[in-house]
């Protein structure tokens, strides 16, 4: 018996990788059509009546979760987002399946054996009511997870808690890892606001340091500090206006 899923996503290309992933993990699923918003998301659900479908959770007009508490037919959900705990740990408690972005070939085998499954859940509304309730409540900062490189025609995803430290040069910042190093437009500046603050700090007018890799502090002539990364040859300099975070060291 054929299996019909519909996808939703207004990021083409993450739609249409979540697409051939599905394709191999599960060939006889029948994926009958590819939404870009929330309102065609539901409309194609409504008209196509699929047994699953694959739900981003942000999506112009109507959200993934706006999508599945309106929808009439009954079908499996499976919610997509990017990285956040906070929303993973409401998904496990209202016991609603979810994948989370970049989807990777495991995560989704497990999410499709639980789907194939006679006894699968279908939607529930009051489950969803809750779910959105709690992801509409009081939330800590959403910071940077993923920065995304391009290489010639094709992207680099880096994890942002893999990075050691961040550096501007000319038109470009380059992003350093343990043991690789990309090159991004996004200006220092317009990074800095975007981290986590707790985690990165910034050193320089154009460094910031992933502070948990910090070996060592180091005290030169004039006063000045210099820092040695875990696994990375290089020193960083700390510039006067920074000092003050490494004084309790």
């Given at each position: 018996?054929?299996?019909?899923a519909?996808?939703?996503d207004?990021?083409?290309?993450?739609?249409?990788?979540?697409?051939r992933?599905?394709a191999?993990?599960?060939?006889?699923?029948?994926?009958?059509?590819?939404?870009?918003n929330?309102?065609?998301?539901?409309?194609?659900?409504?008209?196509?009546?699929?047994?699953?479908?694959?739900?981003?959770?942000?999506?112009?007009?109507?959200?993934?979760?706006?999508?599945?508490?309106?929808?009439?037919?009954?079908?499996?959900?499976?919610?997509?987002?990017?990285?956040?705990?906070?929303?993973?740990?409401?998904?496990?408690?209202?016991?609603?399946?979810?994948?989370?972005?970049?989807?990777?070939?495991?995560?989704?085998?497990?999410?499709?054996?639980?789907?194939?499954?006679?006894?699968?859940?279908?939607?529930?509304?009051?489950?969803?009511?809750?779910?959105?309730?709690?992801?509409?409540?009081p939330?800590?900062?959403?910071?940077?997870?993923?920065?995304?490189?391009?290489?010639?025609e094709?992207?680099?995803?880096?994890?942002?808690?893999?990075v050691?430290?961040?550096?501007?040069?000319?038109?470009?910042?380059?992003?350093?890892?343990?043991?690789?190093?990309v090159?991004?437009?996004?200006?220092?500046k317009?990074?800095?606001?975007?981290?986590?603050?707790?985690?990165?700090?910034?050193?320089?007018?154009?460094?910031?340091?992933?502070?948990?890799?910090?070996?060592?502090?180091?005290?030169?002539?004039?006063?000045?500090?210099?820092?040695?990364?875990?696994?990375?040859?290089?020193?960083?300099?700390?510039?006067?206006?920074?000092?003050?975070?490494?004084?309790?060291?």
């Amino acid at each position: 018996m054929s299996v019909t899923a519909v996808i939703a996503d207004d990021e083409a290309e993450l739609a249409a990788h979540l697409q051939r992933q599905l394709a191999a993990a599960w060939p006889e699923l029948d994926v009958a059509g590819i939404a870009r918003n929330g309102p065609e998301a539901l409309e194609l659900l409504e008209r196509e009546r699929p047994d699953v479908a694959f739900l981003d959770i942000r999506m112009p007009g109507l959200s993934g979760l706006e999508v599945a508490k309106r929808l009439t037919a009954q079908c499996r959900v499976v919610f997509v987002t990017a990285f956040d705990h906070y929303a993973v740990e409401a998904f496990e408690q209202e016991a609603v399946d979810y994948l989370l972005k970049p989807v990777t070939p495991e995560r989704l085998a497990r999410t499709v054996e639980r789907l194939r499954r006679p006894s699968a859940p279908t939607h529930d509304p009051a489950a969803l009511s809750a779910l959105l309730e709690r992801l509409q409540g009081p939330k800590e900062p959403e910071y940077l997870q993923w920065i995304r490189a391009g290489l010639g025609e094709r992207v680099q995803l880096v994890a942002v808690n893999e990075v050691f430290y961040f550096h501007a040069s000319a038109k470009y910042t380059s992003v350093v890892t343990a043991g690789d190093e990309v090159m991004i437009r996004t200006p220092i500046k317009a990074l800095a606001d975007q981290l986590d603050p707790q985690r990165f700090w910034q050193i320089h007018r154009g460094t910031i340091v992933n502070a948990s890799v910090v070996e060592a502090v180091h005290r030169e002539f004039g006063g000045r500090l210099s820092l040695t990364l875990r696994g990375r040859p290089e020193s960083l300099t700390v510039s006067r206006p920074f000092v003050h975070l490494f004084r309790q060291m």
